[in-house]
């Protein structure tokens, strides 16, 4: 991943979103597997934020209602907005929803399909949507470039965790 000189690099992790409104160098970034990140962004008044949500719904309120997409979503759009973003500005990059688990279902697409349904009943512009695969990725967000990076980190799909005798589960 490339950085500016001079920029701080901020990381979102799962549950959580985060929005910058700046001329400098700063970033956000993360790392998904299964989870999804919508990048927003308003390209005229450099403001963009980025989300990291585990799934597409859940309970509302408390400490991690950032970690479902219905919520994730609500709370990066009124980011953005709030931090300078106009709803018509606002384009959108879509990243993750890798199957990182055989056997468990797939989770991962389920959160790609609710992210760009989410963005579509808003109206909000798709401008790239780079999920699925079997593959985690590394997202960067410069709000004041809105330039989105994005960095395949190797085919990491991990076997269903076997099962020791005493129904307990063998991690190795």
Request: hydrophobic share 35%; glycine share 14%; with cysteine.
């Amino acid at each position: 991943m490339s950085q500016q000189p001079g920029g701080e690099r901020i990381h979102v992790i799962q549950g959580q979103f985060r929005v910058l409104r700046e001329s400098g160098d700063s970033c956000l970034t993360t790392v998904l597997g299964s989870c999804v990140s919508v990048c927003l962004i308003d390209p005229l008044f450099h403001v963009g934020g980025m989300n990291h949500f585990l799934l597409p719904t859940g309970k509302t309120g408390g400490a991690s209602s950032a970690s479902y997409g219905v919520n994730a979503m609500e709370l990066l759009i009124n980011g953005v907005m709030q931090a300078g973003g106009h709803r018509r500005r606002l384009r959108a990059h879509i990243f993750g929803g890798a199957r990182m688990m055989s056997g468990l279902g797939n989770i991962g697409a389920k959160n790609a399909e609710f992210a760009r349904d989410f963005l579509t009943r808003e109206g909000i512009r798709i401008e790239s949507c780079s999920t699925g695969g079997t593959s985690a990725r590394r997202v960067t967000l410069w709000p004041a470039t809105s330039r989105v990076e994005e960095e395949l980190i190797g085919d990491t799909i991990v076997e269903r965790p076997t099962i020791a005798e005493g129904g307990s589960v063998e991690l190795f």
